[in-house]
């Protein structure tokens, strides 16, 4: 879907990881004008940095996918947290944008999105408010999940009030899991909830989060049942919309739900897929699961080249106090360290031409992070100099992205050409 009612905002002069702004006002979408380039130190580091190519190849591949299943992609948003970005996912054919929180869905709204997949209860008076202020746009659809009768009736008794109706999922979980309905009592009493507000909450779908199973026979019999559970619902009538959504898949296993759920594929059936990391990858838990897509799916072997790491890290060296050890200009404020620290990519001398590939084996490894330094192991004699810049990829983009107001954008000879806005 093209989103055009959106006016891009101006880049923050005082942002962290930004150049020198001049006096007049630059549009993020306009930043080429400013002719920042990376390798000129044109731009205050530490900062995030995402590649261009890498980012629109990354589209592509996944747009592809789900094609290739006759299925469709509202990645979530809570990765990003980027309306710019959700806007290329959307034009490159997202059927929506997924998110987590009321305050993500007005911020997706504001910046142009016109459907949104909440893959989490609405609970809370302010929070419902929210979101029934952006339904008065009709060209706004809404979506969010419910497994409980409580909260049902929470939602019915606020959308009576305001005069207004949200559409609902029924959430499916496993024993042990996170959020969703555990057994059959539970399920008849959400419906009956439902039921019991016919004017204010309709049931438009099923969903479910498969990344707490482990096991893939396990994830397979737990969509299976998903499967199996909303095609009786649409058989029973209880489903309002046409077709009914069937919702599922993180960044881990999309390839198996997208094999699993495509056998809905149909007119009484749509079919939706949720991963959110995809856009830029990462060299650390998503790099592993991409390996075991490949590893069991025939589809994605055949799609050639996957997909590529397209955020990094850069960084000065700030200090080389002991013949083994430099200290780096990041730390704990600047990029995710939950799933496995920043590996070093590229080395760049100020005043040689391109920055170089630092390999595996040169040895230098992030042991260690503080708010805002860095420890890398080096080894006495390496040439490294205080000064020299440093880019690092990163494991889990989730925990990277939300550390930065604004982030980026660069070609393939490390121009700047646009920057993009955060809303965390």
């Not at 205080?386 to 982030?407: E, M, N, Y």
Request: glycine fraction near 8%; proline fraction near 5%.
């Amino acid at each position: 879907m093209k989103v055009t009612n959106y006016q891009s905002p101006t880049i923050d002069p005082f942002g962290k990881g930004l150049g020198m702004v001049p006096g007049v006002s630059i549009h993020l979408a306009d930043a080429a004008r400013l002719e920042w380039s990376l390798l000129d130190e044109d731009v205050s580091l530490p900062a995030a940095v995402l590649y261009a190519d890498r980012i629109e190849h990354n589209l592509k591949w996944m747009q592809a996918f789900v094609e290739q299943y006759h299925v469709k992609l509202a990645p979530h948003g809570k990765t990003t947290m980027a309306p710019q970005l959700f806007r290329r996912q959307l034009d490159a054919g997202a059927w929506g944008i997924t998110l987590a929180t009321a305050h993500q869905v007005r911020a997706a709204y504001r910046g142009g999105v016109p459907r949104v997949l909440l893959a989490n209860q609405l609970v809370g008076k302010r929070n419902m408010a929210m979101i029934a202020e952006l339904l008065t746009d009709p060209g706004f659809e809404f979506h969010c999940i419910v497994d409980s009768a409580d909260n049902v009736d929470q939602l019915g008794a606020f959308f009576s009030d305001v005069n207004k109706q949200v559409n609902v999922l029924l959430e499916l979980g496993v024993l042990g899991g996170r959020t969703g309905i555990r057994n059959d009592a539970q399920h008849e009493a959400v419906l009956a909830a439902i039921a019991r507000w016919p004017n204010n909450v309709q049931l438009t779908g099923v969903e479910i989060y498969e990344g707490v199973l482990k096991d893939e026979t396990q994830v397979r019999e737990f969509l299976k049942h998903a499967l199996e559970v909303t095609q009786g619902l649409v058989k029973a009538g209880k489903i309002a919309r046409q077709p009914a959504i069937l919702s599922g898949a993180g960044s881990a296993w999309y390839d198996v739900v997208a094999d699993e759920f495509a056998k809905a594929n149909g007119s009484e059936i749509e079919v939706v897929l949720r991963p959110g990391c995809y856009l830029t990858h990462d060299v650390g838990v998503y790099k592993k699961a991409q390996n075991e897509i490949f590893a069991r799916n025939p589809i994605a072997k055949k799609m050639g080249e996957g997909l590529k790491p397209a955020l990094q890290l850069w960084a000065y060296v700030q200090s080389i106090p002991e013949p083994d050890r430099a200290i780096i200009g990041f730390g704990k404020r600047d990029a995710a360290f939950d799933a496995g620290m920043p590996e070093t990519a590229r080395h760049f001398r100020p005043g040689t031409q391109w920055p170089r590939d630092v390999s595996a084996d040169e040895g230098w490894e992030i042991f260690g992070m503080m708010d805002q330094h860095a420890y890398l192991r080096i080894k006495p004699g390496d040439d490294i100099k205080v000064g020299d810049l440093l880019a690092f990829d990163i494991s889990h983009p989730c925990l990277t992205f939300d550390k930065w107001r604004q982030i980026l954008v660069v070609d393939a000879k490390y121009r700047v050409k646009e920057v993009i806005e955060t809303f965390f």
